[in-house]
Nanobody, 120 residues
């Protein structure tokens, strides 16, 4: 099967930086688009950043200029570099990927999340 595992979440002071990683493993043929989402307590899950298989990116307005999404296809890994963190960035961050398995079937996968907490 296929798994997505996020890592890199931590407690940081406002203004700090973190780099999140999302690693895909298993019977993978290819990885298409990947998105980073976040969900704060009492709020809906929201898209933070998105990257296509070709490397095109887009961002939520709230993180533009501060966050950067990138991918290393040789490692089946997508990163989210987060700079100038604010307390309102505090949330559980999830990775979502559109993956084609070795049986050539395409599925949508989610990781379990990594917690980011920004102190004021």
């Amino acid at each position: 099967q296929v798994q997505l595992v996020e890592s890199g979440g931590d407690l940081v002071p406002a203004g700090g930086s973190l780099r999140l990683s999302c690693v895909a493993s298993g019977r993978i043929f290819s990885i298409n688009a990947v998105g980073w989402y976040r969900q704060a307590p009492g709020k809906q899950r929201e898209l933070v950043a998105h990257i296509t298989s070709g490397g095109s990116t887009n961002y939520a307005d709230s993180v533009k200029g501060r966050f950067t999404i990138s991918r290393d296809n040789t490692k089946n890994t997508v990163y989210l570099q987060m700079n100038s963190l604010k307390p309102e960035d505090t949330a559980l961050y999830y990775c979502n990927a559109d993956i084609v398995r070795l049986d050539l079937r395409k599925y949508d996968y989610w990781g379990r999340g990594t917690q980011v907490t920004v102190s004021s």
